[in-house]
């Protein structure tokens, strides 16, 4: 049974650094990712069961993001914490990161421009490197984009 937390969940209060490394300390999980191809587009879905917490990736470009589910989600740039339940569709800046608490069952959407196919070169060419002094390499395949 997971634990699921609300807005005022004390692991908001952390820096996003903290926040990551205790997300890492959470049992494994790796929710299910689907890539989507078509001319000059590349979405990647991700479908997380609820009561999940999940970090994301810092990307180097504007990206659309879809979300259907329940979701909290709280950003490292302006510390803001935003509810989303039903759907939503917004633009996301280069540079931003973020983490999620799953409520429900949710499936995020990033669309990306692109002609690129190879998952690999994606990766390279959309996320941003980054360095959390706090992790090992435990975060490998457990990050949403």
């Excluded at 005022?8 to 790796?30: G, V, W």
């Excluded at 999940?52 to 259907?68: A, C, F, P, Q, S």
């Amino acid at each position: 049974m997971s634990t699921v937390a609300t807005v005022s969940d004390p692991l908001m209060a952390l820096n996003f650094d903290e926040m990551e490394a205790t997300i890492a300390s959470l049992p494994a999980y790796a929710p299910e990712i689907v890539h989507h191809f078509a001319p000059g587009v590349y979405a990647r879905e991700m479908r997380a069961e609820g009561g999940r917490w999940l970090t994301g990736k810092m990307h180097k470009t504007e990206h659309v993001n879809i979300i259907v589910g329940d979701v909290i989600i709280y950003n490292d740039e302006d510390k803001t914490e935003r509810r989303i339940t039903g759907h939503a569709c917004f633009v996301s800046k280069p540079g931003k990161r973020c983490a999620a608490l799953t409520i429900r069952p949710t499936i995020w959407t990033t669309i990306h421009v692109t002609n690129e196919t190879d998952l690999a070169k994606l990766e390279a060419a959309l996320i941003e490197p980054h360095h959390n002094p706090l992790l090992a390499d435990a975060l490998a395949g457990r990050m949403l984009e």
